[in-house]
């Protein structure tokens, strides 16, 4: 225990790491070492670099993200709390009645059944720039986030409401979603 090779080897570990985490981000690491005086590490990243905070949500098996910045709250509703005005969904949140968004149809996702707490289901309540004040429907709900913004190729991306992706930590890939995008997709 403790012998050079294995704290070497954990360094490298270590090293590998870093050095595979700056790549991914598109950015590079230099080296200057001096005899007897230390080395020096360098990392560069590009500035169009963000990171933001973020909701993490499941829809089917796939994963997306909303900005903090347009949450108003995370809360679980039963499939009875829906009613509709016209064809569209809707439920009341304390005297307001919020339009329900499922994320599931507009991207053609099979989407999984309520389970649990009487079959109640996660909507995320966001609001956009222009004040509006919709529901999100959600299978799972995650944890906020920091997230590394990736942009997305206009060729690679599919969506209009997809913005940007990003990596958690379990290298699970994460969508973006374009909160205002989304919300003049589905209102117009």
């Not at 990392?43 to 499941?58: D, H």
Request: aromatic share 4%.
């Amino acid at each position: 225990s403790g012998s050079p090779s294995e704290g070497g080897s954990a360094e490298q570990s270590g090293m590998m790491i870093v050095r595979d985490t700056v790549q991914n981000l598109k950015g590079s690491i230099e080296l200057e070492s001096k005899l007897g005086e230390g080395t020096i590490f360098t990392i560069k990243l590009p500035l169009t670099l963000a990171i933001i905070q973020a909701l993490v949500f499941g829809v089917g098996s796939r994963m997306f993200a909303i900005p903090l910045s347009t949450v108003v709250e995370a809360i679980r509703i039963a499939p009875e709390q829906i009613s509709y005005v016209g064809d569209r969904e809707v439920f009341e949140l304390r005297n307001l009645v919020v339009n329900l968004i499922r994320p599931h149809k507009i991207l053609g996702i099979p989407t999984l059944p309520p389970i649990g707490e009487n079959r109640k289901m996660y909507v995320i309540v966001v609001r956009s720039s222009e004040r509006k004040i919709v529901g999100i429907v959600a299978d799972q709900l995650m944890e906020k986030e920091e997230l590394v913004i990736k942009s997305l190729d206009h060729n690679i991306m599919r969506s209009d409401i997809t913005s940007s992706a990003s990596k958690l930590g379990d290298g699970k890939v994460v969508l973006i979603l374009d909160v205002p995008a989304l919300i003049r997709r589905v209102f117009g």
